[in-house]
């Protein structure tokens, strides 16, 4: 069993796990981790309405500090596999390139992980001075109910503590080193409606256009800032996606019309306060003649930020080592599993280069894989030293 980053990222790259699928994936790190002695654990979730998920625990150690490992072996679907130069579960190496769905998000993370756990391990008698865990799910690309929301909540009820944790998302944008992920802007949609009065576009003053007055409404939205961004954030956003009145003829003014947007916002927000904020800016900028309301979507993506400190300096000082780059703490970009995480123990995000992430020949460079290894085991050294 060849335990090095490129070995495992190869035999979990010939997995085709696309999402809900396991196609063997975590049966290779159950095989790796278990031979290590790690107590293994293969949790499957259900939930009426979607597909089963498997879903792997490992952990070795049975004391603080613990360190947590976060990660998912499912894929996106590789698209027309003719338009790949390599076949998207081959794990093809050329010119110093790993090919692959999931090279970059996040096969290639989850075996440089893998791997610079195992050196560590056999550099320091087998055993950490703390605890290491995976926490790897099936379920992150598709609708993620059977995935880490519940292994996180399973774990709990065990009596799971974690201290840290990693998720090994490709958080880099250019080079390996230059970014870390210390939190997520939240999302919420939302539709704005305004109700007007149908009627005959010859007789207007019988009738109430609503389409003019949704445009007020969106102009008067899209320009007010919904806050100015601080250290960790660049300011909240709220961009208007549709605009929809459904009306076929040319001679009636609808009743109705609606705009569906979205708010990417920063932690000067809660999804309550932001819902609050907008539905009062609607409500001032309708005045009282036009008739507007939000219909807001649910969402569980609240922002949430590791504040730089003890943690986040010990992962910089070994991407400093490792790539001679200090990387930027960031907070931009869309969600991932980190969301959940937060709410059991500090969390970023850090692992390979994003830049191919999800498109067709998906690939990393080696060197990148063994530069991770290097820095996941440096975390390591730093963390339990
Ligand atoms: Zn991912």
Request: proline share 5%; hydrophobic share 40%; charged share 20%.
């Amino acid at each position: 069993m060849s335990t090095d980053a490129l070995s495992i990222a190869q035999d979990l790259l010939r997995c085709p796990s696309v999402t809900p699928a396991d196609a063997g994936a975590l049966g290779v790190l159950d095989k790796l981790l278990t031979s290590a002695g790690f107590t293994v654990h293969r949790v499957t979730f259900s939930e009426e309405g979607s597909a089963d998920i498997e879903n792997l625990y490992a952990r070795i150690g049975t004391s603080a500090p613990h360190i947590c490992f976060a990660g998912h072996t499912d894929v996106v679907p590789p698209g027309e596999e003719a338009a790949w130069s390599h076949p998207p579960f081959s794990g093809d190496v050329t010119d110093g390139l790993l090919y692959g769905r999931g090279a970059v998000d996040m096969k290639g993370g989850i075996a440089a992980s893998v791997a610079a756990v195992l050196d560590y391990l056999a550099a320091n008698g087998g055993q950490p001075k703390g605890s290491i865990s995976f926490l790897i799910t099936g379920d992150e690309e598709g609708i993620a109910v059977n995935g880490t929301v519940k292994l996180l909540q399973w774990a709990a009820e065990r009596g799971e503590k974690f201290d840290h944790c990693i998720v090994g998302e490709p958080s880099n944008v250019e080079e390996m080193g230059d970014t870390i992920k210390i939190g997520r802007r939240g999302s919420q949609s939302g539709t704005l409606v305004v109700d007007g009065v149908q009627g005959h576009v010859a007789y207007p003053h019988r009738a109430s256009n609503p389409v003019p007055d949704i445009a007020t409404l969106i102009t008067a939205l899209s320009s007010d800032p919904l806050d100015q961004g601080n250290a960790q954030f660049q300011p909240s956003n709220l961009e208007f996606t549709s605009v929809d009145v459904g009306n076929t003829a040319s001679n009636v003014i609808p009743a109705q019309a609606r705009a569906r947007f979205n708010i990417r916002f920063n932690d000067h927000h809660t999804q309550a306060s932001l819902r609050d904020l907008i539905d009062s800016r609607v409500a001032a900028a309708a005045g009282n003649r036009i008739r507007a309301h939000v219909i807001w979507e649910p969402s569980n993506s609240d922002s949430f930020v590791t504040k730089p400190g003890a943690f986040t300096d010990t992962v910089v000082a070994a991407i400093k080592d490792v790539t001679g780059r200090t990387p930027d703490l960031n907070t931009g970009g869309g969600t991932s599993d980190a969301r959940f995480i937060k709410n059991y123990c500090p969390v970023i995000e850090f692992g390979l280069v994003g830049q191919t992430m999800h498109q067709i020949d998906e690939h990393t460079k080696v060197a990148d894989l063994d530069k991770l290894t290097q820095i996941y085991h440096g975390v390591l050294d730093r963390y339990f030293a």
